[in-house]
């Protein structure tokens, strides 16, 4: 294993894990990474400067990590913030990073908190993060993402990887092919792109799938007097029948086709249109006539 020292001012950068120092590590603490809970570690240094670059961390700030795994990610965001902040699920990873932050990272391991917890339910924390990074797992990125920008309002910026395809579903736009509830949903709380694409071969195991990062910057919600459970809700039901028309597809929310027809026209948009068409503020208008009448 490359031997971890601390680096100094103007010297090379710190030692990140590679290949072989995870799977040692996985093969001490006996883990095998699971595709229940979607673990895929990713073992290059390079993919771990790019991800963190790509973050634009500040020195002063604190960074919310959620899935660290064995460290990797979690060492290089040590480097360039002023504390990491990481909730782990699986109890075995979470007793083991302490350790490696102390043996890898020493002068930086009272700026290390760990939280062992489902991030789906996670409401407070030690320290007020300022920026996500994180390598999610697939199958609950979106939740994830929504449920952290919904509970920790000092989250002003971030960079998550995920499933490639769920990047570009996060970053869409209305009119995209892949624009739908999470691109929407995500708006609410900020505007996302798509900031790179990363290969199969940086991750143990490797995936079967490319994975995309997606940076976010936080900003303010649309100015409605709809509450965001509501506007959320004519969301929900634009895009659980998407093929039909505004119109149709709220009938059910709204009450009926006519008052679904006199919420869209009430908010400046046409009934025929779709839901794949309109944006994060047109919903909250849809929500806010509808309110309105129900008041």
Same mark, same amino acid.
């Given at each position: 294993?490359?031997?971890? !020292?601390?680096?100094?001012? =103007?010297?090379?950068?710190?030692?990140?894990?590679?290949?072989?120092?995870?799977?040692?590590?996985?093969? $001490?603490?006996?883990?095998?990474?699971?595709?229940?809970?979607?673990?895929?570690?990713?073992?290059?240094?390079?993919?771990?400067?790019?991800?963190?670059?790509?973050?634009?961390?500040?020195?002063? $700030?604190?960074?919310?990590? %959620?899935?660290?795994?064995?460290?990797?990610?979690?060492?290089?965001?040590?480097?360039?913030?002023?504390?990491?902040?990481?909730?782990?699920?699986?109890? %075995?990873?979470?007793? @083991?990073?302490?350790?490696? %932050?102390?043996?890898?990272?020493?002068?930086?391991?009272?700026?290390?908190?760990?939280?062992?917890?489902?991030?789906?339910?996670?409401?407070?924390?030690?320290?007020?993060?300022? *920026?996500?990074?994180?390598?999610?797992?697939?199958?609950? *990125?979106?939740?994830? %993402?929504?449920?952290?920008?919904?509970?920790?309002?000092?989250?002003?910026?971030?960079?998550?990887?995920?499933?490639?395809?769920?990047?570009?579903?996060?970053?869409?736009?209305?009119?995209?092919?892949?624009?739908?509830?999470?691109?929407? @949903?995500?708006?609410?709380?900020?505007?996302?792109? @798509?900031?790179?694409?990363?290969?199969?071969?940086?991750?143990?195991? &490797?995936?079967?799938?490319?994975?995309?990062?997606?940076?976010?910057?936080?900003?303010?919600?649309?100015?409605?007097?709809? !509450?965001?459970?509501?506007?959320?809700?004519?969301?929900?039901? &634009?895009?659980?029948?998407?093929?039909?028309?505004?119109?149709?597809?709220?009938? =059910?929310?709204?009450?009926? #086709?006519?008052? #679904? $027809?006199?919420?869209?026209?009430?908010?400046?948009?046409?009934?025929?249109?779709? =839901? $794949?068409?309109?944006?994060?503020? #047109?919903?909250?208008?849809?929500?806010?006539?509808?309110?309105?009448?129900?008041?």
């Amino acid at each position: 294993m490359t031997e971890p !020292t601390p680096s100094a001012p =103007g010297s090379a950068p710190a030692p990140l894990m590679g290949a072989s120092d995870i799977r040692r590590l996985a093969e $001490e603490i006996g883990v095998r990474p699971t595709k229940t809970l979607g673990q895929n570690f990713v073992i290059d240094g390079n993919t771990i400067r790019r991800i963190v670059a790509a973050a634009d961390i500040h020195a002063d $700030e604190t960074v919310l990590e %959620v899935g660290p795994g064995l460290g990797s990610l979690t060492l290089g965001l040590l480097d360039a913030a002023r504390s990491v902040v990481a909730v782990e699920i699986d109890p %075995v990873l979470a007793a @083991k990073l302490p350790d490696t %932050v102390r043996q890898w990272r020493p002068d930086a391991a009272e700026n290390f908190h760990l939280v062992l917890a489902d991030a789906m339910k996670v409401t407070e924390l030690p320290e007020e993060p300022t *920026a996500l990074v994180a390598n999610l797992p697939y199958n609950v *990125a979106v939740p994830v %993402v929504l449920h952290l920008l919904e509970h920790f309002p000092s989250l002003r910026h971030g960079l998550v990887m995920v499933q490639d395809e769920v990047a570009d579903r996060l970053a869409a736009g209305p009119g995209s092919k892949t624009y739908g509830v999470p691109s929407v @949903k995500a708006a609410w709380y900020s505007s996302m792109r @798509k900031a790179g694409v990363i290969g199969m071969n940086v991750f143990w195991p &490797a995936p079967k799938i490319h994975s995309g990062l997606v940076a976010f910057t936080r900003r303010e919600p649309p100015a409605t007097t709809a !509450t965001r459970r509501q506007v959320f809700a004519v969301i929900d039901a &634009a895009f659980a029948q998407r093929r039909k028309t505004l119109r149709a597809a709220l009938a =059910g929310w709204a009450g009926s #086709a006519a008052e #679904a $027809e006199r919420c869209l026209r009430a908010a400046g948009v046409e009934p025929a249109a779709r =839901g $794949e068409v309109i944006d994060i503020a #047109a919903f909250a208008r849809i929500a806010e006539a509808h309110e309105q009448a129900a008041g």
